[in-house]
Every structure is written in C-alpha cells, then in structure tokens.
C-alpha cells in the first residue's frame, strides 16, 4: 500500500532562514505523481507542484524549490529566505496507480501525509 | 470564475441523524473526490468518482456513502453520524484522475455530538 511520511510534525524559524520540508514515501509501482500542498491559516488548500515518477529533476520556482530522489524514495521541499507569509501548514501527497486487476489506467487514489506545521517568526 | 463549493460550511448535528454536504464544480472536471482532515493524520481520501456512475473506494469509507449521477455534483452523505466522524472535510475535483492537480473546496467543518 502507498505510504507518505511526513516526520516533521512542526518546524519554527525566523524570518529569512531557509527551511526544508522532508517528505518520504511507499509505493509499489514504478509510475506514481507526487505533489505539494500549501494550507495557510485560512484553511484553504493551495497546489503548489505536481511531478511524475520519470522527472527526477530538482525544479526551482522563485523561493521554492523541490528536490526530488527516486534512490530514497525522498521528495523534500525548500523556501529560502522564508517570509511570514509562508506560515501554513504543508502537505505532501502520492498518486499512484490502482493495482492491475482493478482495469483501467486512471489514477484516483491519493495519499497524503500528516503535514508539517510551519511558523515563521519575524 | 472556477471553483469547488461545498456546503454547509458548518455544521453541529447529533449522533445518528443523517445528513448530506453537497458538493458542486463548474470546471467540467470528470474527477471528484472527499477527504477529511484530522490533526495528526492528515488528509485521508473517503471516496473518489473517475466519472458518472463511477465512484470507488479510498482509505477510510466506513460509515460514508456517495453517489454521481451528475458531472458536476459529488454529494457526502452520512446516515447515520457518529462523533468520531467530527472532521474537517474537503471535496476536490481534478482533470482526470488523482494523477493531475486537484482543486479543493472551503471545507466543512462538522461537529457531530
């Protein structure tokens, strides 16, 4: 069964501090997505990424960068230079395909981890 | 402008009286599904729909059903609610699949006593 740890059950810093996000996960199968979720305060959950299981690139996007390696089975997230705002609450998650003789090739489980409380201070 | 909603947003209700949060997207999406959130664990999947008429299971079903007779509608239906069902929940819709980023609604925040 797929599996996403997340053992960070809350991290604290200070504004402008680089922070990273751990993320590890289980699957069986060899084609899978991973994601990022961001929940601020308000509640909401906002997409923050989506790669699949053949991208092993690390992808940076302003402060945010992803590193993702399939040798660990580790899809770690990193703000540089964290602001207030980044305060929320992040999920990762995996898609992963159902098992062969569910038929078909769509995806629609999804699995998520407890999430990582972030506070940044200023 | 595309959205998810879901409503109520709020809800107190007593064990074993049925209830329903309904769920509705204008993205023309052919994927929908519910989770909860619970300190600690998460966001668990309840249900997933791939398309009308087609739903399935996710990881913790037990004491939900569900149902898609239309594209757009999702609905969560509890018959009879018991308080470890006091939860955050979240319906989200998606392209095709869990596979493709998912849009979530506001959530409800049900309390059942």
């Known amino acids: 069964a797929q599996k996403v740890t997340q053992a960070q059950t809350e991290i604290s810093v200070v504004e402008k501090e680089d922070v990273t996000l751990d993320c590890v996960y289980e699957?069986?199968?060899?084609?899978?997505?991973l994601f990022w979720y961001k929940q601020p305060p308000s509640g909401e959950l906002v997409f923050l990424i989506r790669r699949n299981s053949f991208d092993e690139q690390n992808e940076i996007s302003g402060r945010y960068s992803w590193n993702f390696q399939k040798s660990t089975s580790s899809f770690n997230f990193t703000i540089t230079a964290s602001q207030v705002v980044d305060s929320a609450v992040y999920f990762c998650a995996l898609s992963e395909p159902p098992p062969p003789n569910a038929g078909g090739t769509s995806y629609g489980k999804l699995t998520f981890g407890q999430g990582t409380i972030l506070t940044v201070h200023p | 402008e595309a959205q998810v909603t879901q409503n109520p947003r709020y809800l107190i209700t007593v064990t074993g009286k049925k209830l329903t949060v309904t769920c509705s997207q204008n993205m023309n999406h052919e994927y929908m599904s519910w989770y909860r959130q619970d300190p600690g664990l998460g966001l668990r999947q309840i249900y997933y729909s791939m398309n009308v008429e087609v739903t399935d299971k996710g990881d913790v079903p037990e004491g939900y059903k569900v149902s898609r007779k239309e594209k757009r509608n999702f609905p969560l239906i509890l018959e009879s609610p018991s308080p470890n069902q006091t939860s955050l929940y979240f319906c989200?819709?998606?392209?095709?699949?869990?596979?493709?980023?998912?849009?979530f609604g506001p959530g409800t925040r049900l309390t059942v006593t």
């Open positions: 989200a819709s998606s392209q095709k699949g869990s596979s493709y980023e998912q849009y």
């Open positions: 699957t069986r199968d060899t084609t899978y997505y």
